[in-house]
Nanobody
Framework: LVESEEYGGGLVQPGDSLTLACEFSGPGAVNYAMGWFRQAPGQEREWVANINWRGGSTNYEDSVNGRFTISRDNTKQIVYLKMDDLRPADTAVYYC????????????????WGQGTQVTVSS
């Protein structure tokens, strides 16, 4: 079991930056790959980015590639999502999730989830 809790959401303007944090814990939690997902109102939850347990390999969804950066600090058991050049289309509830396998993009491949944090991009 990996427990996680997200922090850092808020209301920002287009073009602004925001960094989300996700504290994770549990037996062997540092050995899990971590992913960020988001869900906009009326839409399905979608994958955004993932990172392997060491932090040396990452993947990004096309619309955020070059704007978002995922990273992790296993000594603190935190995974981050730095979001630059935010757009209204990035508005969603953002979730972190953990998986024993790196590189997966389906919600069904991540057994453990946080409660989510709201990010709203609006002028």
């Amino acid at each position: 079991l990996v427990e996680s809790e997200e922090y850092g959401g808020g209301l920002v303007q287009p073009g602004d930056s925001l960094t989300l944090a996700c504290e994770f814990s549990g037996p062997g939690a540092v050995n899990y790959a971590m992913g960020w997902f988001r869900q906009a109102p009326g839409q399905e939850r979608e994958w955004v980015a993932n990172i392997n347990w060491r932090g040396g390999s990452t993947n990004y969804e096309d619309s955020v590639n070059g704007r978002f950066t995922i990273s992790r600090d296993n000594t603190k058991q935190i995974v981050y999502l730095k979001m630059d050049d935010l757009r209204p289309a990035d508005t969603a509830v953002y979730y972190c999730a953990s998986s024993p396998t790196f590189g997966l993009k389906s919600v069904h491949d991540y057994p453990y989830w946080g409660q989510g944090t709201q990010v709203t991009v609006s002028s």
